[in-house]
Structures are given as C-alpha cells and as structure tokens.
C-alpha cells in the first residue's frame, strides 16, 4: 500500500531527515584513520537522543528476527551495508558507508553517505563520485507523472556507463511512519515501468553500487553485506518527496558537506 503524504505530513519527514543529516556531520567529524565504527556509533546514537529521536536501527529486525544492535550501519570498503559497528579501526585509504535512521514526532527519516578515510586511491573517489552522480541523476527522476523504473534505469545506465556494478538485492523504499513502506525503489529498471508516482509519494532512493562484480554475499553475523569480489562498494542515500517538476530532498548533505569542505567527493 502506497501512502501519500500531504504537506504538513511532509514537513515533518524533513525534520526527521535533517536530523539524519546533522547526524551523519557528527560522524563526518571523526572519521580519520585509528577512529573505531563503535566510536562513530555512540556519537551518532548520542545526538540522535540528545535531539529528542529515536535510532531507528537500533532493534530492527533481520530476516531471521534479530534486531540490529547498533544506531547507525558502517560498512568498510568491500562491505556494501548493514555493517555492524564495532572493534573495527579505521586506516588510511578506507572507505566506510555511514547509514543513519531518525525516528521523530512520528515520522523516520533514512539517508546516507560514504566517507573516505584519509587518503583514498582515485579509482575508489571516482566510484563514489559517480554513485554520488547516480543518486542525484535518480532524484531528476521522481517527479509525479513518471515510474519508478524511471529512477532506476537513470542510476543504472550512469553506473554501468564507467563499468560499475549495480547491486540487485538490496533496493530503496517508500517512507514515512514506518521506515520501509511500498513501493521499492530499486537500482536497476526499466524506463516507463513500475509503479506511477504522485506528487506527495516519498521515497528513500539508495544506489549501493561496487566497483567490481555486482554480486555479493551475506557475513556470518546475518548482516553485513560484502561484495563477492571482495572490491569496494559505495553507498549514498537521500529521502524526498516527489514534486510536480522536481522532487524535494528532504534531507541533505549540506551539514556533512562543510564539515569534509574541500575533501568532499
Ligand atoms: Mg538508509
Ligand atoms: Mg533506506
């Protein structure tokens, strides 16, 4: 069941996702190499309550009923999502993706961003400026009258454009009360297909995109997504609302952005 949103509605997904937002810039503030994904979390989940939200990771459930035991996922280099925080030390020359949910007066917000550490080799900075790329080139894509399939076939063509790898498994999602709601939103697609969005229909759109072979492989611990290859994987993710010309991004990079200043990808 898809769910419209009317304005007041949607103005309260921004605040949700502003939050996920300034979160993401606390983060943005430590990563450097010797800095461990437990430490990104306790500062993540510390300002994510200190600010009146609830992590909305935190608990969630996987597919065997286990609930995620951390407030953000941080995902390293060949890791695509839903890593789990931990003991893990940063270095120089990673990448970790930063995932961050907010749930707040009612409504979630979900965005996300992937990070390097340090200096990072320009075949890796060119896969996440080109995913970068793709998630804005999805958003041209959500306005009313068009498919999600629209939004797909922009990120996959862009991707597979510079010989990237689109990852099928894994999709964006509509959002609002819950924080996955119809319809998925996925990578790949066909122009003129899927589900017709309306003005009002909010949606994360998340290219999670590797640089090598698209396959991947699920971790032990029932979470962590890795590519097959072992190659590096990118990840960025913003929540908007679908517009009669352009689609609103109700949540932002801008925070993240001027804390990395010139470093940004
Ligand atoms: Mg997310
Ligand atoms: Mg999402």
Not at 20 to 32: D, P
Request: with cysteine; aromatic share 8%.
């Amino acid at each position: 069941m898809v769910f419209l949103k009317t304005e007041d509605e949607i103005e309260l997904l921004r605040q949700s996702n502003l939050l996920v937002g300034r979160t993401l810039a606390e983060v943005a503030k430590l990563v450097k190499p010797g800095v461990t994904t437990r430490q990104l979390d306790k500062v993540a989940e510390e300002f994510i309550r200190d600010n009146g939200a609830i992590p909305t990771f935190k608990g969630f459930p996987n597919q065997y009923g286990e609930p995620f035991p951390a407030s953000i996922c941080t995902s390293v280099n060949e890791q695509v999502v839903h890593g789990i925080p931990g003991e893990v030390v940063l270095k120089d020359g990673d990448i970790v993706s930063v995932d961050c949910g907010t749930y707040m007066n009612g409504f979630c917000g979900d965005s996300a961003y992937t990070f390097c550490v340090g200096e990072v080799d320009e075949e890796i900075r060119s896969l996440l400026k080109v995913t970068k790329e793709a998630l804005y080139i999805g958003i041209e894509n959500a306005v009313h009258g068009k498919r999600i399939g629209d939004i797909g076939y922009a990120i996959q063509q862009h991707c597979e454009a510079h010989s990237y790898g689109v990852v099928r498994e894994f999709v964006g999602h509509g959002i609002g009360k819950e924080m996955h709601e119809d319809p998925q939103v996925p990578n790949y697609g066909r122009r003129g297909c899927g589900t017709l969005m309306k003005r009002g229909l909010c949606i994360a759109i998340e290219p999670m995109i590797t640089l090598g072979n698209r396959q991947i492989v699920m971790e032990r611990d029932g979470w962590t997504v890795r590519t097959r290859d072992r190659k590096c994987a990118a990840h960025f993710e913003h929540t908007v609302a679908v517009g009669v010309d352009k689609a609103e991004i109700l949540s932002s990079f801008k925070f993240i952005e001027d804390v990395l200043g010139d470093k940004a990808i």
